[in-house]
T-cell receptor
Framework: GAVVSQHPSRVICKSGTSVKIECRSL??????MFWYRQFPKQSLMLMAT?????????EQGVEKDKFLINHASLTLSTLTVTSAHPEDSSFYIC???????????FGAGTRLSVL | EDQVTQSPEALRLQEGESSSLNCSYT??????LFWYRQDPGKGPEFLFT???AGEEKEKERLKATLTKKESFLHITAPKPEDSATYLC????????FGAGTRLTVKP
């Protein structure tokens, strides 16, 4: 299957700092990538759709100024959590679809802990 | 609104004890139903895609089936390494995930 790399796997930061999470498609190109958030024992909640070369599309209730998304190339999307607060602590996961297969492949996730 | 409901929330099996996980869905215009496996602290790992009622897919001890209203993930003679959360997702206009079934297989 296709490989999606997500980095870092875990980050601990102080309240008020910004954190950048990278998502890379290693063996295919992705014009679209997705960012999810997952709370313990809950399902994946789509936060935003990252579009290469254009603005991201955010789901209702997700603050675009808080969660900055950049899709600079066909293999890289980044999510920056700006001025992080303890309530932003969560598990963030990215995915990229292989269009010819209509399948989303996921990164390993990033555990963010804001102190 | 598209909805995905998985049951049970949690399932504990003895090694070798076969069972099934359920995924009930409502979606306008199903473009695909997906099963993923998720281990703790990891991202989901793709297992199967099903596109139309009556379709079945198999991989080792897992078999996924699809009807117009639900999908089943059958686990035959499970082993402890099959312990994980199994997620179901449906794609209509967008992708919607169920909350998952946490499977524990005891030796």
């Amino acid at each position: 299957g296709a490989v999606v790399s997500q980095h870092p796997s875990r980050v601990i930061c102080k309240s008020g700092t910004s954190v950048k999470i990278e998502c890379r498609s290693l063996d295919f190109q992705a014009t679209t990538m997705f960012w999810y958030r997952q709370f313990p024992k809950q399902s994946l909640m789509l936060m935003a759709t990252s579009n290469e070369g254009s603005k991201a599309t955010y789901e209702q209730g997700v603050e675009k100024d808080k969660f900055l998304i950049n899709h600079a190339s066909l293999t890289l999307s980044t999510l920056t959590v700006t001025s992080a607060h303890p309530e932003d602590s969560s598990f963030y996961i990215c995915s990229a679809p292989v269009q010819t297969k209509n399948i989303q492949y996921f990164g390993a996730g990033t555990r963010l802990s804001v102190l | 609104e598209d909805q995905v409901t998985q049951s049970p929330e949690a399932l504990r099996l003895q090694e070798g004890e076969s069972s099934s996980l359920n995924c009930s869905y409502t979606v306008s215009g199903l473009r695909g139903l997906f099963w993923y496996r998720q281990d703790p602290g990891k991202g989901p790992e793709f297992l199967f895609t099903l596109y139309s009622a009556g379709e079945e897919k198999e991989k080792e001890r897992l078999k996924a089936t699809l009807t117009k209203k639900e999908s089943f993930l059958h686990i035959t003679a499970p082993k402890p390494e099959d312990s994980a959360t199994y997620l179901c997702a449906v794609q209509g206009n967008d992708m919607r995930f169920g909350a998952g079934t946490r499977l524990t297989v005891k030796p």
